[in-house]
């Protein structure tokens, strides 16, 4: 079965910039369209950002101009650019593709 892990997060102060990686296993990857959640402590978890198999692209309106999805199907591997970060990014950064979900990776933006 197919697993993905998450990296990239990390501390960083309001106005800076993560890119965070899901990365799968298996060959099935690039089938799949991939969803990018977070969940912020006391919050529902809200889907931030989605690529498709085609590499179209959609958006929370929260995170439309500073965020950008893509993959590389060759490397198995998804990604969020995070730019001009706030501190309501504060969350855990999820991703899931074919209903496969990694651990998370923690995004803190804070002075």
């Known amino acids: 079965q197919m697993q993905l892990a998450e990296s990239g997060g990390g501390l960083v102060q309001p106005g800076g910039n993560l890119k965070l990686a899901c990365t799968a296993t298996g060959r099935v990857f690039r089938y799949g369209e991939v969803r990018w959640f977070r969940q912020a402590p006391g919050k529902e978890r809200e889907l931030v950002a989605t690529?498709?198999?085609?590499?179209?692209?959609k958006y929370a309106d929260s995170v439309k101009g500073r965020f950008t999805v893509s993959r590389d199907n060759d490397k198995n591997t998804g990604y969020l650019q995070m730019n001009s970060l706030k501190p309501e990014d504060t969350a855990v950064y999820y991703c899931?593709?074919?209903?496969?979900w990694g651990q998370g990776t923690q995004v803190t933006v804070s002075s």
């Open positions: 899931d593709v074919h209903n496969r």
């Open positions: 690529i498709g198999t085609a590499e179209s692209t």
